[in-house]
């Protein structure tokens, strides 16, 4: 359906004309588009806005009386059934072994931990596309003297990023919550934080897909001066999937900060996923017998192996 039959659709959808009597020219075929998408349209609408019933309903009762008065088939594609269905999805928790290195510091082995559930570079098979949301996530580090410290703990990680198209505009945003580890001038401080984006998305989220946040956050501990600074910026990113749904994602962050031990905070990311799709998930699954279970059996279910790269810094 292209732009013009779009508006005179949408036309049709509104409860104050007679879709029969308002209809411009066209096929039968056209006619039945047009009554088809205005039917969806405000029937969405219907259950989205909570519109009132006793204007709704025989307006909708009239469009379908008008497109069964057409004898043509439906112009619309069937909807195909995705490659995944959501009960085939990835398995929400992540362990992860990996090495991290910076400036002139020790070198840590890293592991890492995540409960649940989906981050932009898993597999997207079974979930929205341009969705996210994490829980618990972790990752501890351990230098070559055998000291540790938690580089990481998210309570909770989100982010909707859904693009406009011709019919939703659509607003992105992400909400982030825990703890990390920060560069100040003598190493690195832990801090807690809440920090939260808005903005907007566009692309696909199975190609080319982009946003642009503005951000704000609170934080709080030993990597600030005072019980509590503020800050605000701006976050982006741009990823792009492959026909085989490996995923390179750039994102960036730039933080004013409120205090004096940080002017401004940036910080830049490359992560990639190749080879496997799926994380590292241990599946206990019944064996029966004769519908009654017998064992149960615990497996590695399948293998990601992710490439990644991070390049962070803070300026003053």
Sequence with gaps: MDDAELGKALALSDPNVDAEKVMPPGTDAQKAGRLEFAYES???????????????????????????????????????????????????????????????????????????????????????????????????GIDKEGDASLNKLYLLDAMSLAPDNRIFSSWSWNVRAGSDRQPVDNGWENRWFFQGGYGKSWGSADKLHGYLLVSSEVDTGSAVSRNASFGVGVESGLSYQFANQDRVLLSGQYMAMFDSRFGARSQAACNGTTLCRRMYQFVRKPVTANGKPTMSTVRLEDISIFS?????????
């Design 308 to 316: 990644v790269g991070r390049v962070v810094w803070s300026l003053a």
């Design 42 to 140: 405000l029937n969405f609408r219907f259950y989205d806005e909570r519109l009132n019933r006793e204007l709704i309903a025989p307006k909708l009762t009239q469009l379908l009386m008008a497109r069964s008065r057409l004898n043509v088939d439906s112009p619309f594609s069937p909807v195909t059934r995705p490659d995944d269905s959501p009960d085939s999805g990835h398995g929400s928790m992540r362990v992860g072994l990996g090495y991290y290195s910076a400036g002139n510091e020790n070198g840590q082995v890293t592991l890492h931990w995540r409960a649940a559930y989906h981050d932009m570079l898993d597999r997207p098979g079974g979930f929205i596309p341009g969705a996210q949301i994490s829980f618990l996530d972790v990752s501890l």
